[in-house]
Nanobody, 114 residues
Framework: QVRLVESGGGLVQAGGSLRLSCSASGSIFRIYRMAWYRQAPGKQREHVATVSVSNSPTYADSVKGRFTISRDNAKKTMYLQMNDLKPEDTAVYYC????????WGEGPLVTVSS
């Protein structure tokens, strides 16, 4: 298992921005694609964005153009820059490794008010 620790949640008004971070332990970070997921109250967990080892991103349609995923392999950290936040972005956010799916941690809560 790889320990993944997310941080950066908070309360923000619609249209605002937040940046989430995901720090990984060990050396496995450098060789796997990483991804962000989220789960809103009463809904299933969903994929948000994925970043390749070389920082090539893909996004869910719901966040495309507003969110930016990136990684710093030297720091073993992945980021999710969230701009133009909407109330529907309110959720608990999680990072993980799609190829291996580590145990889900306790991700930060992002709350976007109207």
């Amino acid at each position: 298992q790889v320990r993944l620790v997310e941080s950066g949640g908070g309360l923000v008004q619609a249209g605002g921005s937040l940046r989430l971070s995901c720090s990984a332990s060990g050396s496995i970070f450098r060789i796997y694609r990483m991804a962000w997921y989220r789960q809103a109250p009463g809904k299933q967990r969903e994929h948000v964005a994925t970043v390749s080892v070389s920082n090539s991103p893909t996004y869910a349609d719901s966040v495309k153009g507003r969110f930016t995923i990136s990684r710093d392999n030297a720091k073993k950290t992945m980021y999710l820059q969230m701009n133009d936040l909407k109330p529907e972005d309110t959720a608990v956010y999680y990072c993980n490794v799609p190829a291996t799916l580590q145990p889900w941690g306790e991700g930060p809560l992002v709350t976007v008010s109207s």
